[in-house]
């Protein structure tokens, strides 16, 4: 042992460590080449925690690449416009739909008032990963720092849990109006409205919380490539080369009561509504009834039907290109249709964005530029 440590400092076999048995023999190379035992068999579990803690802190990963875009060998100058060109309509968009929400006093509804909260979260959601993307593309380089991608996964998993949690309540706010027309006023009045749309907010920011604590304790052995265009959980687990059953255990639980739970309201809740709105008898009240709806299930489809695909991918997993196309379906293209949906489908923001054109119209009209 003395002989290996006067020579040049030791390289660590990690390869034993990946494993982590019960019991094992840990060796240094000299810079001969010849393997030598540094602490013999290890037996003692104090012993052996100790020794394991020391070589992770020298293979700590400090940076991460991902390999969503590998299979891209050219063309990234026009991606990268595609990208640009999605984030622009997705915060425009949603930013016309919040300002009108604000401006027009037909829109302060309580619908409208958790409508300008969802643009608000797409807005934030996408501004997560495509700016991160844009940068890489400009670069030429798909990496993220380690405390770069830990802090990317916290605000991804608290908008994506918030905005589950804003579907259900929009959800609740649709069936007061129509199952409990002469109660709607109380059931939904400001000070419900408030607590309902920020409890969403912090029910999210409190989930992602417990997940990114959770994932500071993950060992990556030096593995520093992910194959995702974003930081999220899933990939993150699947390259780390410790024990990771408690993450697996959270994400469970997460997925019955932040995940499942919402979207099971939101089904019994449309279940009552659609039996109200058969009782009704005029043609043209079913009509209203359906379209004050409509925009809100297309939203919760495409969230859920996407948010399916990107965490629950078949055994074998998804290829690298299909895992691609799913991640950018959930993350940037999403919160892009939700204002297009909206805005297309719904007569009162239709109007409303009308109004604000003539407004505008009349305004250049009586204050031309000189």
Same mark, same amino acid.
């Given at each position: 042992?003395?002989?290996?440590?006067?020579?040049?400092?030791?390289?660590?076999?990690?390869?034993?460590?990946?494993?982590?048995?019960?019991?094992?023999?840990?060796?240094?190379?000299?810079?001969?080449?010849?393997?030598?035992?540094?602490?013999?068999?290890?037996?003692?579990?104090?012993?052996?925690?100790?020794?394991?803690?020391?070589?992770?802190? !020298?293979? !700590?990963?400090?940076?991460?690449?991902?390999?969503?875009?590998?299979?891209?060998?050219?063309?990234?100058?026009?991606?990268?416009?595609?990208?640009?060109?999605?984030?622009?309509?997705?915060?425009?968009?949603?930013?016309?739909?919040?300002?009108?929400?604000?401006?027009?006093?037909?829109?302060?509804?309580?619908?409208?008032?958790?409508?300008?909260?969802?643009?608000?979260?797409?807005?934030?959601?996408?501004?997560?990963?495509?700016?991160?993307?844009?940068?890489?593309?400009?670069?030429?380089?798909?990496?993220?720092?380690?405390?770069?991608?830990?802090?990317?996964?916290?605000?991804?998993?608290?908008?994506?849990?918030?905005?589950?949690?804003?579907?259900?309540?929009?959800?609740?706010?649709?069936?007061?109006?129509?199952?409990?027309?002469?109660?709607?006023?109380?059931?939904?009045?400001?000070?419900?409205?408030?607590?309902?749309?920020?409890?969403?907010?912090?029910?999210?920011?409190?989930?992602?919380?417990?997940?990114?604590?959770?994932?500071?304790?993950?060992?990556?052995?030096?593995?520093?490539?992910?194959?995702?265009?974003?930081?999220?959980?899933?990939?993150?687990?699947?390259?780390?080369?410790?024990?990771?059953?408690?993450?697996?255990?959270?994400?469970?639980?997460?997925?019955?009561?932040?995940?499942?739970?919402?979207?099971?309201?939101?089904?019994?809740?449309?279940?009552?509504?659609?039996?109200?709105?058969?009782?009704?008898?005029?043609?043209?009240?079913?009509?209203?009834?359906?379209?004050?709806?409509?925009?809100?299930?297309?939203?919760?489809?495409?969230?859920?039907?996407?948010?399916?695909?990107?965490?629950?991918?078949?055994?074998?997993?998804?290829?690298?290109?299909?895992?691609?196309?799913?991640?950018?379906?959930?993350?940037?293209?999403?919160?892009?249709?939700?204002?297009?949906?909206?805005?297309?489908?719904?007569?009162?923001?239709?109007?409303?964005?009308?109004?604000?054109?003539?407004?505008?119209?009349?305004?250049?009209?009586?204050?031309?530029?000189?």
């Amino acid at each position: 042992m003395d002989s290996v440590e006067e020579k040049e400092a030791p390289i660590l076999d990690l390869s034993p460590m990946c494993k982590e048995p019960s019991s094992m023999s840990f060796l240094v190379r000299a810079s001969n080449g010849s393997p030598e035992p540094i602490l013999g068999r290890v037996s003692h579990k104090f012993e052996k925690n100790k020794l394991l803690a020391g070589i992770r802190n !020298q293979t !700590q990963v400090v940076e991460f690449v991902f390999l969503g875009f590998s299979g891209i060998s050219y063309g990234h100058t026009y991606l990268s416009l595609v990208f640009l060109a999605i984030y622009l309509v997705t915060v425009l968009g949603n930013l016309m739909i919040f300002i009108m929400i604000q401006l027009d006093s037909s829109l302060h509804t309580p619908m409208y008032y958790f409508l300008s909260h969802l643009s608000c979260l797409d807005i934030c959601l996408s501004s997560v990963t495509v700016p991160k993307i844009l940068v890489n593309f400009l670069r030429q380089q798909q990496t993220i720092s380690y405390n770069q991608c830990m802090a990317q996964m916290f605000f991804l998993m608290s908008f994506t849990g918030a905005e589950g949690g804003l579907l259900a309540v929009m959800a609740y706010d649709r069936y007061a109006a129509i199952c409990k027309p002469l109660h709607y006023s109380h059931l939904m009045n400001t000070k419900v409205c408030t607590v309902l749309a920020f409890a969403t907010w912090i029910w999210g920011f409190l989930d992602s919380a417990l997940h990114t604590a959770l994932s500071f304790r993950l060992d990556f052995c030096g593995v520093n490539q992910i194959h995702h265009i974003f930081c999220d959980l899933p990939p993150l687990m699947k390259m780390a080369c410790n024990d990771a059953h408690i993450n697996e255990l959270a994400i469970r639980i997460a997925s019955i009561f932040a995940g499942g739970g919402p979207f099971v309201f939101i089904v019994f809740s449309y279940v009552f509504i659609l039996s109200s709105i058969l009782k009704i008898r005029s043609t043209s009240g079913k009509r209203k009834a359906f379209s004050t709806c409509a925009s809100h299930v297309i939203v919760v489809f495409i969230y859920y039907g996407n948010a399916l695909l990107n965490y629950n991918s078949p055994s074998g997993g998804y290829s690298l290109a299909t895992g691609t196309l799913v991640s950018t379906m959930y993350c940037v293209i999403t919160p892009m249709l939700n204002p297009i949906i909206y805005s297309l489908r719904n007569k009162e923001v239709k109007g409303a964005l009308k109004k604000a054109v003539e407004s505008w119209r009349k305004y250049k009209h009586h204050h031309p530029i000189s």
